[in-house]
């Protein structure tokens, strides 16, 4: 993924461009690490720390000027049920579930990610030829004319009923 956009967004000084741009990128359901790192930069130039802390925890990028953001977003998080901590990051990395541990712990804050932990990065499977299933809507529109029809056909038998017994009643 290129940034070239956001780089131009930046050196305009428009910050919320740059951070518009890469908000978008950020639903595509793959991980893109430089993705969240350029995105925690944004972020940390716009001063919000807590939201840079956790970009930038995510990337795995420990460099020493992203350390008081990441620890500002850690002092907020509780780590001790992973599964929840990961609750709290971005959907690309929540899919992870079977990395719940090694995120939340002592060495990926330290470290970042690890090349056995990358390569244990699950990529989303999609099925490009299978169509997402729909509802019969058909069927269940059929259904509802039919009831209304019946009903209305109950009525009319009815008030047929009701006006032959009152014509009835008045001629005799």
């Given at each position: 993924?290129t940034f070239e956009t956001?780089?131009?967004?930046?050196s305009?000084?428009?910050?919320?461009?740059?951070?518009?741009?890469?908000?978008?990128?950020?639903s595509?359901?793959d991980v893109?690490l430089a993705?969240f790192?350029k995105?925690?930069?944004?972020?940390?130039?716009?001063?919000?720390?807590i939201?840079?802390?956790?970009?930038?925890?995510?990337?795995?990028?420990?460099?020493?000027?992203?350390?008081?953001?990441i620890t500002?977003?850690?002092?907020?998080?509780?780590r001790?049920?992973?599964?929840r901590?990961l609750?709290?990051l971005?959907?690309?990395?929540r899919?992870?579930r079977?990395?719940?541990?090694?995120?939340?712990?002592?060495?990926f804050e330290r470290?970042?990610?690890?090349?056995?932990?990358?390569?244990?990065l699950?990529p989303?499977q999609?099925?490009?030829s299978?169509?997402?299933?729909q509802?019969p809507h058909r069927?269940?529109?059929?259904?509802?004319?039919a009831v209304?029809?019946?009903?209305?056909?109950?009525?009319?038998?009815?008030?047929?009923?009701t006006?032959?017994?009152?014509?009835r009643?008045?001629?005799?």
């Open positions: 993924m956001v780089d131009q967004a930046i305009e000084k428009k910050l919320w461009r740059a951070k518009e741009i890469l908000q978008g990128r950020l595509h359901p893109d993705l790192q995105y925690g930069e944004v972020l940390l130039e716009m001063n919000d720390l939201e840079a802390g956790r970009m930038l925890f995510c990337s795995g990028a420990r460099d020493e000027r992203f350390r008081e953001a500002i977003f850690l002092s907020r998080s509780n001790r049920q992973p599964q901590f609750a709290q971005p959907s690309s990395i899919r992870q079977h990395l719940a541990e090694f995120i939340a712990s002592p060495e470290d970042g990610w690890t090349a056995t932990q990358l390569s244990r699950a989303l999609t099925h490009v299978t169509r997402p299933y509802r069927l269940t529109s059929a259904l509802f004319i209304i029809v019946c009903v209305l056909a109950l009525s009319l038998s009815g008030l047929y009923t006006i032959s017994f009152a014509v009643t008045l001629t005799e």
